[in-house]
């Protein structure tokens, strides 16, 4: 049976994705805590810190095939200070990517469409048209959005 890893695994999106995989695959659910008990009989439940290079390398170890789907982030702006949204999702992406690309993982990862200026509060820059491609200009508004893009240039560079 495949084990995947997935970060971020009690976010709003890991979650639904622990629910959607927990019947067809084995899971290492990651999150900065993990819950008393696990619903699901085939998720295992682990907490730790991205931040954490070591923790990164060793969860990564422990999944075959190597796969990960990171989801893992502070998921927006305004939930932290500013730089404590930058530095966790650029540090723990670095960790996360970096750790896959030294096992080989397959990766699936997230970004945000606040990479383009698109903000919660309403106040983002229009954008240039619809639907939005790889050639739309990236504008983040703020810290979040910033952290992402950086984030997408650490996978390009690990890929």
């Avoid at 709003?12 to 819950?35: I, K, M």
Wanted: aromatic share 6%.
């Amino acid at each position: 049976m495949d084990t995947l890893l997935v970060t971020g695994a009690l976010g709003t999106v890991g979650r639904w994705t622990v629910e959607a995989l927990a019947d067809e695959y084995e899971l290492l659910a990651v999150d900065l805590h993990r819950p008393d008990e696990s619903p699901y009989d085939r998720v295992e439940y682990v907490g730790a810190d991205l931040t954490d290079r070591s923790a990164a390398r060793e969860l990564t170890t422990r999944v075959d095939p190597a796969a990960v789907i990171h989801l893992a982030a502070v998921p927006g702006h305004g939930l932290r200070p500013p730089t404590e949204t930058f530095q966790t999702n650029v540090t723990s992406t670095y960790n996360v990517l970096t750790a896959a690309g030294e096992v080989g993982a397959d990766v699936v990862w997230t970004s945000s469409e606040a990479t383009y200026g698109v903000t919660a509060d309403g106040d983002a820059r229009p954008l240039d048209y619809l639907p939005i491609d790889e050639a739309h200009p990236q504008r983040a508004e703020e810290t979040y959005g910033l952290s992402k893009i950086i984030g997408e240039v650490i996978a390009e560079r690990i890929v």
